[in-house]
């Protein structure tokens, strides 16, 4: 079991920035993926980023690569994703998410992913 809980969401202007917060409660550590997801009403969920921690690699999406980015410090168990010229259309709930099974071409795949935080409101106008 692992317990993931966001923070650092708020209202920003277009063009600003955020930097959102994944605290990690993990006992076992092994290799595995955390990412960063968000959803819009009405919409799917989608991937914004991920991280490997077994090869330290990282994924951004198209979408947001150039603005987004995605780290983690392991002594301290948080996971980042600063968010920097930020438009309305990020404006989403962005979620956290670990798994032990995502393969690195399935990053994007929301159900490789087991744990999931509560969500951090992102709104950008």
């Known amino acids: 079991h692992v317990q993931l809980v966001e923070s650092g969401g708020g209202s920003v202007q277009a063009g600003g920035s955020l930097r959102l917060s994944c605290e990690i409660s993990l006992y076992i550590y092994s290799s595995y993926c955390m990412g960063w997801f968000r959803q819009a009403p009405g919409k799917e969920r989608e991937a914004v980023a991920a991280h490997y921690t077994g090869t330290a690699t990282k994924y951004v999406a198209d979408s947001v690569k150039g603005r987004f980015d995605i780290s983690q410090d392991n002594a301290k168990n948080v996971l980042y994703l600063e968010m920097n010229n930020l438009q309305p259309e990020d404006t989403a709930m962005y979620y956290c998410?670990?798994?032990?099974?995502?393969?690195?071409?399935?990053?994007?795949?929301?159900?490789?992913?087991?744990?999931w935080g509560q969500g951090t409101q992102v709104t950008v106008s």
């Open positions: 998410a670990a798994g032990w099974r995502v393969t690195r071409t399935a990053w994007r795949n929301v159900d490789d992913y087991t744990n």
